[in-house]
């Protein structure tokens, strides 16, 4: 057997062990948020649904594969768009179809529209640049070139039958818990959690685990992690998501308390810098309070200012050219 397999196989063993350990620990039946009434459920297209759709031109079709592709393996592009070791997927579970794990689609459905985060209307284009620069610490394809057109066919198509204009949907984000956090929130908790249920795959230094210049579980922070302006810095973000899709396999396993404990803990580590940073840490919290208010960033924590610095990771630049504002004035 060659020695890539070995680990592999040895590595799927050691979390095989870690999924045992942690349900032996709790039994209980996995519990997902119900859908409020009133909110309109919309079933994402399959793969084999894109494979086999009549109405698809084959050109088209070939768009939309290559536009799932770069979802799903957006390692393809390391250097390029990507300067972290995530791909889109992995907090957009399940292909990105998932409910309760940020489905992609309503992006497509409710875009173009005002976002909060950047204070002006976006494209669907602009939305997709937005994980680019945050979550995947990365350099967003040009709009307009065949790699967005790709990504974007992708968002469009999954959303196939949907209303467009209603964003009274079901299951969408990741955001069940509320935004407050608890009063009572610990680091010392969410570190123990960490090490009964997360650190067998994601590392004991939150790093995760790459084999062969594979990833095979994503980093939760550090260089290879998602930076400071991205969504899961927020602590209920980050709580919500976990609560819903982690341990993996396990959804809804952890107790309320324990998402909370454990998004607070992971989110209090050093990530790489966030592309709106104006070089004075006050002074871009202070600008971007609205956002910042939900994170640790600018926070004294263990005896250092999170955020306070200058490292952007593997990626060579600060902020992408792409991420401008916009006036109608
Ligand atoms: C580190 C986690 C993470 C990664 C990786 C990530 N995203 Fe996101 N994404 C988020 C979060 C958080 C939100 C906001 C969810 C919410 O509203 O609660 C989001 C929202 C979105 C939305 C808007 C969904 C809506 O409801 O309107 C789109 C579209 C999207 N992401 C596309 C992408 C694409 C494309 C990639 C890969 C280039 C990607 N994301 C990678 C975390 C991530
Ligand atoms: C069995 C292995 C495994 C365990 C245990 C596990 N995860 Fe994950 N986690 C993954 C994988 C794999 C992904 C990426 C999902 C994908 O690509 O399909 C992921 C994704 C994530 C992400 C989003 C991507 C990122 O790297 O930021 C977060 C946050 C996360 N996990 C937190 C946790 C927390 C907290 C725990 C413990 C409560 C945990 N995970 C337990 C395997 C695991």
């Not at 050109?59 to 390029?80: A, H, P, S």
């Not at 079901?170 to 650190?199: T, W």
């Given at each position: 057997?060659?020695?890539?397999?070995?680990?592999?196989?040895?590595?799927?063993?050691?979390?095989?062990?870690?999924?045992?350990?942690?349900?032996?620990?709790?039994?209980?039946?996995?519990?997902?948020?119900?859908?409020?009434?009133?909110?309109?459920?919309?079933?994402?297209?399959?793969?084999?649904?894109i494979?086999?759709?009549?109405?698809?031109?084959?050109?088209?079709?070939?768009?939309i594969l290559?536009g799932r592709d770069?979802f799903m393996?957006?390692?393809?592009?390391?250097?390029?768009?990507?300067?972290?070791?995530?791909?889109?997927?992995?907090?957009?579970?399940?292909e990105?179809?998932?409910?309760?794990?940020?489905?992609?689609?309503?992006?497509?459905?409710?875009?173009?529209?005002?976002?909060?985060?950047?204070?002006?209307?976006?494209?669907?284009?602009?939305?997709?640049?937005?994980?680019?620069?945050?979550?995947?610490?990365?350099?967003?394809?040009?709009?307009?070139?065949?790699?967005?057109?790709?990504?974007?066919?992708y968002?469009?198509?999954?959303?196939?039958?949907?209303?467009?204009?209603?964003?009274?949907?079901?299951?969408?984000?990741?955001?069940?818990?509320?935004?407050?956090?608890?009063?009572?929130?610990?680091?010392?908790?969410?570190?123990?959690?960490?090490?009964?249920?997360?650190?067998?795959?994601?590392?004991?230094?939150?790093?995760?685990?790459?084999?062969?210049?594979?990833?095979?579980?994503?980093?939760?922070?550090?260089?290879?992690?998602?930076?400071?302006?991205?969504?899961?810095?927020?602590?209920?973000?980050?709580?919500?998501?976990?609560?819903?899709?982690?341990?993996?396999?396990?959804?809804?396993?952890?107790?309320?308390?324990?998402?909370?404990?454990?998004?607070?803990?992971?989110?209090?580590?050093?990530?790489?810098?966030?592309?709106?940073?104006?070089?004075?840490?006050?002074?871009?919290?202070?600008?971007?309070?609205?956002?910042?208010?939900?994170?640790?960033?600018?926070?004294?924590?263990?005896?250092?200012?999170?955020?306070?610095?200058?490292?952007?990771?593997?990626?060579?630049?600060?902020?992408?050219?792409?991420?401008?504002?916009?006036?109608?004035?």
């Amino acid at each position: 057997m060659d020695t890539s397999l070995k680990i592999t196989l040895s590595l799927i063993g050691l979390s095989l062990a870690g999924l045992a350990i942690a349900q032996s620990q709790s039994p209980g039946e996995v519990k997902l948020p119900e859908f409020e009434q009133g909110k309109y459920v919309h079933e994402a297209p399959t793969l084999s649904d894109i494979e086999n759709d009549p109405n698809l031109h084959k050109e088209l079709r070939k768009v939309i594969l290559k536009g799932r592709d770069m979802f799903m393996n957006t390692q393809q592009y390391r250097g390029e768009y990507v300067f972290n070791d995530m791909d889109c997927k992995s907090c957009h579970m399940g292909e990105g179809r998932l409910p309760w794990a940020a489905p992609v689609w309503p992006a497509a459905t409710t875009l173009p529209d005002f976002r909060g985060k950047n204070q002006h209307v976006n494209s669907l284009e602009e939305r997709i640049a937005g994980c680019f620069s945050f979550s995947m610490n990365g350099k967003p394809p040009e709009y307009g070139s065949d790699d967005m057109l790709a990504i974007v066919a992708y968002h469009q198509y999954m959303a196939k039958g949907a209303k467009v204009y209603d964003s009274n949907i079901a299951g969408r984000g990741f955001s069940h818990l509320g935004k407050q956090m608890p009063e009572n929130i610990s680091y010392d908790a969410g570190k123990k959690v960490y090490e009964d249920n997360c650190a067998v795959c994601h590392g004991q230094n939150g790093g995760g685990k790459t084999v062969d210049g594979q990833v095979v579980f994503p980093p939760l922070w550090g260089d290879a992690s998602y930076n400071w302006g991205a969504g899961m810095t927020r602590i209920f973000t980050a709580a919500s998501f976990i609560q819903n899709n982690m341990p993996l396999g396990q959804p809804g396993r952890l107790s309320d308390e324990e998402a909370w404990n454990v998004a607070y803990f992971i989110n209090a580590h050093e990530r790489p810098q966030d592309p709106r940073y104006t070089g004075e840490i006050k002074e871009t919290r202070e600008k971007y309070k609205n956002f910042y208010q939900w994170s640790l960033y600018g926070q004294e924590i263990n005896g250092q200012v999170l955020g306070d610095h200058d490292n952007t990771g593997e990626k060579p630049f600060l902020k992408p050219e792409i991420l401008k504002s916009r006036s109608f004035d």
